[in-house]
């Protein structure tokens, strides 16, 4: 395992002689993580973490949610739609979500779902520091279905690259956020 991915070959070598090519790192796990340290409580930042409705101040991707179904807060179970401007570009969609992890100070994660069944689950870890901040992890994990490991077989590494650098910024904008005031 190497940051959740699991490589099913050897990784980048130099140019075989001769040939000029070179072995090729695929990846086929799907899951990763970022953690950023936040100069402030798990609780504060989990207040941040686990209000959907704010997820458009943070995430490059998703620019708005509202709670759905009557919900009005993070509970497990409670479901909320997401709007999502892919890559910060396009398409734009809704998705709904399903709160599956919920305690707070300490984790808040979802799942997103087509129809009844889970996507992928999101979410986040903080952990105290001995200092007194914390340290948020924020991360992802696709469902173990054929269609999500041949879309990441095929399109994992752009993704996973694009899920890293997202999860940072997000991270780093509720750093920001909570330590500026």
Request: hydrophobic letters at 35%.
């Amino acid at each position: 395992m190497l940051c959740g991915f699991v490589r099913s070959t050897l990784a980048p070598a130099p140019p075989r002689a001769g040939t000029g090519t070179r072995a090729v790192t695929r990846v086929s796990a799907v899951n990763d993580a970022v953690t950023v340290h936040v100069e402030a409580p798990p609780e504060r930042v989990w207040q941040l973490v686990s209000d959907v409705t704010r997820i458009g101040s943070y995430s490059p991707e998703t620019f708005e949610a509202e709670w759905l179904d009557g919900a009005t807060g993070p509970e497990v179970g409670a479901r909320f739609r997401g709007h999502v401007r892919r890559n910060g570009r396009g398409p734009t969609y809704w998705t709904t979500c399903e709160v599956s992890e919920c305690e707070p100070g300490r984790t808040f994660a979802f799942r997103v779902l087509i129809g009844d069944r889970p996507a992928n689950t999101w979410g986040y870890r903080l952990e105290p520091t001995s200092g007194g901040g914390t340290d948020a992890t924020e991360f992802f994990e696709l469902a173990p279905t054929l269609m999500n490991r041949v879309y990441w077989a095929l399109l994992g590494w752009a993704r996973g690259r694009t899920n890293r650098k997202g999860m940072h910024t997000t991270l780093e904008r509720i750093k920001a956020e909570v330590e500026g005031g």
